[in-house]
């Protein structure tokens, strides 16, 4: 279960907010891009910030918003007639820009380490690219979790509040990053294993 599965009723939310960005003459592509340059945004902004831990309030308000953007996207592609190749390249290589730049923030953030944080963007990236590759060779693009992209946006929204709000993070959640890690390796495995199954 991911919180991926819940996507349909937040699309229906938006249903009638996508007719009318459509009317507009928004495009698919046109919002993936904002939603991958106002990540690199905040990414930036609270990285340079991050000595005042109330800019990390953004964050979460800023994953909605990304949320929102990556839902409306998609909409606009599938339900407006404006699915394209190069939308597809574009939705794929931007998630994975814009969750970089939303987890950077966190690498200056004690008990957290550069490192940790690396970690987390290498196995959120190789966990994409898994979901890709059982797409590319006859499977349906995996979304499986349990630390998907929506999963992990909700996890490090809720982190940002906390820091946002609480100040300084006890030094035994130093252990909390590589616990993430561990769920980003067996999200990796589920999307491998549930790609195959259906190939064999």
Same mark, same amino acid.
């Given at each position: 279960?991911?919180?991926?599965? +819940? ?44 000595d005042n831990l109330k ?37 794929? +290589?931007?998630?994975?820009i814009s969750d970089a ?9 004690? $008990?957290?380490? $550069?490192?940790?944080?690396?970690? +987390? ?24 979790? $349990? ?34 890690a561990v769920l980003l ?16």
């Amino acid at each position: 279960m991911t919180l991926y599965d +819940i996507k349909p009723r937040f699309q229906s939310l938006l249903r009638p907010l996508v007719k009318r960005l459509d009317t507009a003459g928004l495009t698919a592509n046109q919002t993936t891009l904002a939603a991958m340059f106002g990540s690199i945004a905040v990414g930036v902004l609270i990285s340079i910030y991050s000595d005042n831990l109330k800019v990390f309030l953004l964050l979460p308000v800023w994953m909605f918003l990304r949320m929102a953007l990556n839902a409306i996207d998609g909409m606009l592609a599938r339900e407006c007639q404006q699915k394209s190749d190069l939308g597809a390249f574009l939705n794929e +290589i931007s998630d994975l820009i814009s969750d970089a730049a939303l987890f950077i923030p966190f690498a200056f953030i004690s $008990p957290f380490t $550069p490192a940790q944080v690396a970690l +987390i963007i290498f196995l959120a990236l190789l966990s994409e690219f898994a979901g890709v590759l059982g797409q590319a060779l006859g499977a349906s693009r995996r979304y499986d979790g $349990p630390m998907g992209k929506s999963d992990r946006a909700l996890f490090f929204g809720a982190l940002a509040l906390w820091i946002g709000m609480g100040g300084n993070l006890p030094a035994v959640l130093y252990w909390l990053l590589p616990a993430v890690a561990v769920l980003l390796g067996l999200t990796i495995f589920n999307r491998v294993r549930r790609a195959l199954s259906e190939l064999n």
